[in-house]
């Protein structure tokens, strides 16, 4: 039974560690989670959040407001905060992504919160109402006509639970900077005192010249970008080599970054082998396969994504992708794409060869 009582009693089975900042930043995520479905039912294509002067997160979306109808007696958006659900999301819609560890919906978040106030604009009309620490202050009200669609809410987590540490706010940054460049389609905006604006277009490809600016580098060319749909699994793999002998290779299944792969990296890695011995312009289909992955592996530095309605794991971290199907799709995506690039990217096709020598 997930009472307001058991909830607040052992906070962190549900949002994670409360004392290090995690638990409470698992109350943004879900809030953004809730603006983010709106985005993914291409509803929505911004996000707005803010660090008020008094630590409250606020979450906004130009979606389409979330529902008040009534269900079992109730209007759904009370019945959103104040009321658990088994299933992925309260009305079961799909598709649906956690953007945090947990994904535990919005009651929770309501019951860890010394205060919620949520604004609705939804069919031409606002509708309010407060909670504070998983009970409603009063009913949901009409307020009257509006020309704004979308949710607006506002968390102030409860010092009784979190305490007052700082908000990592980096962290915050970092994960916009991800989702924008996971869905070029979709603008977040990030504001601590100062404004901060994510929208990537390039997508993946944006994502990768950042990590290269991380270590020093530069992407000195149109990276190898690749996109497709098999097997029921989307795809998106970007691409480029660089001077160095390393190979770094960034992940995600979904919207979780695996920090530690899986089988869509095994799959991008097993796709640019099999396009390099496809290419005619390498022509070497003797080489072994060793050999050849070790050619291309040097100095390689990758962004691969993929969607898939219901991925596994081989821990529950998420860390590391396990559906082994995604292998196989992956790999089908990127060998013939890779090896009609490589027909018009000589450096590469040199570099290949060179380190096979």
Avoid at 202 to 217: N, P, T, V
Avoid at 241 to 252: I, L, N, P, Q, Y
Wanted: glycine content about 10%; aromatic content about 6%.
């Amino acid at each position: 039974m997930h009472s307001i009582e058991a909830i607040r009693k052992r906070p962190g089975m549900y949002v994670g560690d409360t004392h290090d900042g995690s638990g409470r930043l698992q109350l943004l995520w879900e809030l953004i989670a809730n603006a983010f479905d709106e985005h993914l039912s291409c509803a929505c294509d911004e996000i707005r959040v803010e660090i008020d002067a008094e630590g409250a997160f606020i979450v906004e979306d130009n979606g389409r407001g979330m529902r008040v109808d009534e269900v079992d007696g109730l209007p759904f958006a009370e019945l959103a905060l104040t009321r658990f659900h088994d299933a992925p999301t309260l009305d079961g819609h799909a598709p649906h992504e956690h953007l945090g560890p947990r994904g535990v919906g919005l009651f929770p978040v309501c019951v860890l919160s010394q205060h919620l106030a949520l604004r609705i604009f939804r069919e031409g009309r606002e509708y309010t109402q407060s909670c504070a620490r998983g009970s409603p202050l009063g009913p949901l009200v009409e307020v009257g006509p509006t020309d704004r669609h979308g949710t607006h809410v506002r968390v102030l987590p409860d010092p009784e639970i979190f305490g007052d540490q700082p908000i990592e706010t980096d962290a915050i940054t970092a994960r916009l900077h991800e989702l924008a460049c996971l869905f070029p389609g979709l603008s977040l905006c990030f504001t601590d005192r100062r404004e901060r604006r994510f929208h990537v277009p390039d997508g993946l490809s944006g994502m990768l010249d950042a990590a290269l600016r991380r270590e020093g580098l530069r992407l000195d060319e149109a990276p190898f970008v690749c996109t497709g749909l098999v097997d029921g699994v989307r795809i998106e793999a970007v691409a480029t080599w660089t001077s160095c002998r390393d190979t770094r290779v960034e992940s995600f299944a979904n919207v979780c970054r695996t920090t530690d792969g899986g089988t869509h990296v095994a799959g991008l890695l097993r796709g640019l082998v099999q396009g390099a011995r496809q290419s005619t312009a390498l022509a070497i289909d003797g080489e072994g396969v060793e050999d050849l992955e070790r050619a291309i592996g040097q100095g390689l530095r990758a962004v691969v994504c993929v969607r898939l309605a219901d991925p596994a794991y081989a821990r529950p971290t998420r860390d590391r992708l396990a559906t082994p199907e995604v292998s196989d799709a992956v790999a089908k995506c990127v060998a013939p794409a890779f090896a009609a690039w490589l027909g018009h990217h000589d450096a590469v096709r040199m570099r290949i060869a060179s380190a096979l020598e």
